[in-house]
């Protein structure tokens, strides 16, 4: 388990490290000494680095993938109020992209700011399947399809809308993928009975906010999902280990389309307490 390193010129023994350690590993600083961590309790350590993140003096750091480290100023990742409501409010599903693929170098750019979604004691679940190559985001879709058929005239809750787009597929219109050029799958250990999908949404939706300001198009595949969840032949296309589970799904590229307005929504229902 890492420890940390104190830098004896910068601590100001300003004891924050302590207090933000939710894990209650380090050591207050004392008149003689400097924080450290606490030898029985280190083991307990999350590695969610809040004791170098909080630190003002950038006196502490983790001893934990060094050469990751990165180092903001305050004004490093300031965004305006007013503009971050307007980029978030501005997201919208694409379902229309034009033909030029996207490099594996961006799209790993994109999900690397989803390796720093929350998760749950800093378990950090999620890995990721790209389907990069067009045609077999086509067959993923075309296995969907399939699923469809299985589940057509049965009291499966989708079964009512399922029709339509089977027909459409079969006149040669993709509902399912778009027919975008990438898909994106999160996935997660799949261990019976714990298979919870709350850290793959959430990672996947950084990469859903995230991707606009790259200049890419996203859409929540949702039906594809399902099959994924019900449809053999479709987790065997995946081929992921057998102790992971595909949790959600995006499709993704350029868009073909800009978007110039925000649309309306249903009025805010809060309640308070
Ligand atoms: C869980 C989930 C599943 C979705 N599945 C699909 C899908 O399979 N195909 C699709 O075209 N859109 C899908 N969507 C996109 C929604 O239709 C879309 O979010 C909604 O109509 C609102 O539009 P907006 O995202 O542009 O605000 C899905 C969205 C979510 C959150």
Redesign the pocket.
Known sequence: MPKIIVDKNLCTRCNICTTVCIMGIIEKSTDSGFPSTNEEKKDYCLKCGHCESFCAQKALTLDFLLEEKINTTPLDGQIEPHNLALYIKK???A?HFNSKPVSKELISQIIDVARYAPSGGNSQPVKWLVIHNRSEVKRIAGLTVDWMRTIQNTSHPLAPYVSHIISMWDNGVD??S?NAPHLLFAHIPHTEPICDPTEAVIAMTHFDIAAPSFGLGT???????MATDEYKPLQDALSLPNDRKAA?AM?FGYSSYKVESI?RRNRLDITWG
């Open positions: 997201r919208r599903s379902r509902l399912i778009n859409c929540w595949a949702g039906f594809i999902k959600c499709m649309p």
